[in-house]
T-cell receptor, first 113, second 113 residues
Framework: GDSVTQMEGPVTLSEEAFLTINCTYTATGYPSLFWYVQYPGEGLQLLLKATKADDKGSNKGFEATYRKETTSFHLEKGSVQVSDSAVYFCALSDDTGRRALTFGSGTRLQVQP | DGGITQSPKYLFRKEGQNVTLSCEQNLNHDAMYWYRQDPGQGLRLIYYSQIVNDFQKGDIAEGYSVSREKKESFPLTVTSAQKNPTAFYLC????????????FGSGTRLTVV
């Protein structure tokens, strides 16, 4: 079945540091890939997405590139802020079967001033 | 503004009691989903519905039930058969199709007392 693997957290960075959160996936067919962000006590918000190989999703300074050859969708940001502190989830939607999102376990990011 | 509303935000259940979590959306989305989130873990799919009057079991459906009588509403009942119901429950909706991300509600935190 489909699965998503994320790097374990927490990831602790100083403000203005470079961020990478690794995400790899296993899926049949040609999935779409997503990053979601969750702030404490809230639901998830869509951060960015990519629907085919080599697509780059971007939003609010975050970027991720759909790499089919390495089955990866790593999240990056050049300069993090304290307000970026949250839990980040990688997810995929397969083009076969049920088409419900499969989520990774989440990576907590803590940005210190 | 369109959105997805979950209620209540906090819910307490006694042992052996059934409780129902509400989820309403006015986004005209066809598909709706229920996920369970446990501390430090990812989201696990409970049930989903891609059309009115139809729904499918997800990965952890045992002890839960749903209905989809209206496009806007997808209530989740946590029955007494669910042995460990304390968790954060998230409802989401989307257009049907692989490339659409979800819109999430703000969640309901259920605690067994």
């Amino acid at each position: 079945g489909d699965s998503v693997t994320q790097m374990e957290g927490p990831v602790t960075l100083s403000e203005e540091a470079f961020l990478t959160i690794n995400c790899t996936y296993t899926a049949t067919g040609y999935p779409s890939l997503f990053w979601y962000v969750q702030y404490p006590g809230e639901g998830l918000q869509l951060l960015l997405k990519a629907t085919k190989a080599d697509d780059k999703g971007s939003n609010k300074g975050f970027e991720a590139t759909y790499r089919k050859e390495t089955t990866s969708f790593h999240l990056e940001k050049g300069s993090v802020q304290v307000s970026d502190s949250a839990v980040y989830f990688c997810a995929l939607s397969d083009d076969t079967g049920r088409r419900a999102l499969t989520f990774g376990s989440g990576t907590r990011l803590q940005v210190q001033p | 503004d369109g959105g997805i509303t979950q209620s209540p935000k906090y819910l307490f259940r006694k042992e052996g009691q059934n409780v129902t979590l509400s989820c309403e959306q006015n986004l005209n989305h066809d598909a709706m989903y229920w996920y369970r989130q446990d501390p430090g873990q990812g989201l696990r799919l409970i049930y989903y519905s891609q059309i009115v009057n139809d729904f499918q079991k997800g990965d952890i459906a045992e002890g839960y039930s749903v209905s989809r009588e209206k496009k806007e509403s997808f209530p989740l009942t946590v029955t007494s058969a669910q042995k460990n119901p304390t968790a954060f429950y998230l409802c989401a909706s989307s257009m049907n199709g692989q490339n659409y991300g979800y819109t999430f509600g703000s969640g309901t935190r259920l605690t067994v007392v």
